[in-house]
């Protein structure tokens, strides 16, 4: 049985993936105590360690969760993509980009078997590419061979496209990235994964599913999503451009997938932590004149249905569902590595 400590845990999606791949998940580990509630309610016996990782003393942490010399380990890392990412206002500034660094001396202070890093495409070129290479040199120093490569969540049964830069490393065994599980004729779809919760107006909720709920729309942002033509129209193709923002009129194609629909029989978009907001992204319901739901939106990141989130606003638990890895990408990492063991 491998243990395993999910640093930068959120709200636990690629805790429950490696759970459900047999992985003996010990702790999550973030240093945003408002997750708890979310990642201990569906992740138990898994224990929510609230900690800032410059803090982390990982002797003491194996020694508390019990994990003994013999075990086999893996650390798990997703650290904020958003430093990386192409979409970055900070342009590698943001301070947050040297936590994989951090990482990096807790795994040099006491390695474990094996090492799985999650992060946006950015992380091994551009802004991340100097802390990418000497995340790597620490690797090599401590005795780990490493296979890295983009993946789309697509491609392993999750309704999303949704590329991202994985990384796993071993220090005895050969271990790889999962082969895609899915032919691209065969990509699970929006339909599949929403169509069968109750419909709902922006600004309601539903008490069949937990967390299905929809933002309410201004009124003028209403009326853009009503002019949208149903299964996967876009803001462009809105006749009447009056109803649109003025920074649209002026500039028709400028963020051109804002107050656009999903799809019904492809894939959706990459959520992000902004996925509850028509004016953020191709996140209006496919036919339903609002934004998805949060529960929706879970759906298409793969998360079951009893699979509840906490918190105080929409904004927040938005935030924990677009931030998460895919469940079932992660139960195909946790599977990969389970493989050579």
Known sequence: MIKAIDFFCGAGGLTRGLLNAGVSVLAGVDNDERLRKTYMHNNAPSRFI???INAVKIH???????IQAEDVTLYAACTPCQPFSTLSRLKGKDERKFLLLVFA???????????????????????????????TRVLERCGFSAY????????????????RFILVASRDANVSL??????????ATVRESIEKYPAIADGEESNAYPNHVARQLQPHHKRIVEAVPK?????????????????????P???SNVFSRMAWDA????LTSRCADVYSGRFVHPEQHRGLSLREAAALQTFDDDYEFFGASISGISRQIGNAVPVKLAEQLGRAIRTVC
């Open 253 to 255: 194609k400028a963020h």
């Open 231 to 251: 299964d996967g129209g876009s803001r462009l193709d809105v006749s009447d451009t009056s109803l649109l923002l003025t920074c649209h009129q002026k500039n």
């Open 105 to 135: 001396q807790i795994v040099e202070e006491y390695p474990p078997d094996f090492i799985l890093v999650e992060n946006v495409p950015g992380l091994n070129n551009g802004a991340g590419k100097d802390i990418y290479e000497e995340f």
């Open 148 to 163: 890295a490569g983009l993946l789309d969540a697509k491609h392993f049964g999750v309704p999303q496209t949704r590329k």
């Open 60 to 66: 003491e942490f194996r020694k508390e969760l019990g």
């Open 267 to 270: 894939p959706s978009p990459t």
């Open 50 to 52: 609230n900690s800032d």
């Open 178 to 187: 999962p082969i895609p599980q899915t032919k691209a004729d065969r990509f």
